[in-house]
């Protein structure tokens, strides 16, 4: 049973910060690439940040230098601090667990990340 559950979503203002949490079970999570993703209606998903199994991150060029995706692979979580955040912020942000070699994608439910005054 594999199981990605985020927290952290909430509302915030502009400017403001948050830390979103993804916990992992039933994966060896040090195998996976750890994705954040986000989804507004209307949009297709986007790709925020990855940190791969390798140690190497990226990130999408809008949240570069606000966002860090970081891993804890002894905790199996993975996480996204959210700096400066803008009302473009707002969507539903997934965690994505991808070990390409063995053609295995996961995905959490998703939490809700609103940025309004």
């Known amino acids: 049973q594999v199981q990605l559950v985020e927290s952290g979503g909430d509302l915030v203002q502009p400017g403001g910060s948050l830390r979103l949490s993804c916990a992992a079970s039933?994966?060896?999570?040090?195998?996976?690439?750890m994705a954040w993703y986000r989804q507004t209606p209307g949009k297709q998903r986007e790709l925020v940040a990855i940190?791969?199994?390798?140690?190497?991150?990226d990130y999408l060029d809008s949240v570069k230098g606000r966002f860090t995706i970081s891993r804890d692979n002894a905790k199996n979580s993975a996480y996204l601090q959210m700096n400066f955040l803008k009302p473009e912020d707002t969507a539903v942000y997934y965690c994505?667990?991808?070990?390409?070699?063995?053609?295995?994608?996961?995905w959490g439910q998703g939490t809700q990340v609103t940025v309004s005054s």
């Open positions: 994505n667990a991808a070990w390409s070699l063995a053609a295995r994608e996961y």
């Open positions: 039933g994966i060896i999570f040090k195998l996976y690439a």
């Open positions: 940190f791969t199994a390798g140690g190497s991150t």
